[in-house]
Nanobody, 124 residues
Framework: VQLQASGGGLVQAGGSLTLSCAASGRTFDIRAMAWFRQAPGKERQFVASHSWDNINTYYTNSVKGRFTISTDNAKNTVYLQMNTLKPEDTAVYYC??????????????????WGQGTLVTVSS
């Protein structure tokens, strides 16, 4: 499975961005896709996940109400709509895909496939 992420950029605080991640290759057995982010000097952290059957969606607390994850199964693409961005949202955002089962799909170690990362910078 190959993942291609796009959509990052520079935005002022309070602004919006939408990230996209297109999956290709052996995608038929993917169970979920997710977004993680890694700020400078910090570990990669879970942001949001969406099961491929469109049943389960989870968010880390800091983005609830501001970010929305969604998928277009026909295009094998996952999106992250980010609204009301804050400077602390600044990070490299990575999309991941997993074939494993999970209640929340929020564990970093379960993701086998990763996109290349896209930088989101929020200025104050």
């Amino acid at each position: 499975v190959q993942l291609q992420a796009s959509g990052g950029g520079l935005v002022q605080a309070g602004g919006s961005l939408t990230l996209s991640c297109a999956a290709s290759g052996r995608t038929f057995d993917i169970r979920a896709m997710a977004w993680f982010r890694q700020a400078p000097g910090k570990e990669r952290q879970f942001v949001a996940s969406h099961s491929w059957d469109n049943i389960n969606t989870y968010y880390t607390n800091s983005v609830k109400g501001r970010f929305t994850i969604s998928t277009d199964n026909a295009k094998n693409t996952v999106y992250l709509q980010m609204n009301t961005l804050k400077p602390e949202d600044t990070a490299v955002y990575y999309c991941g895909a997993t074939r494993y089962r999970s209640p929340t799909f929020s564990s970093l170690v379960m993701y086998e496939y990763w996109g290349q990362g896209t930088l989101v910078t929020v200025s104050s």
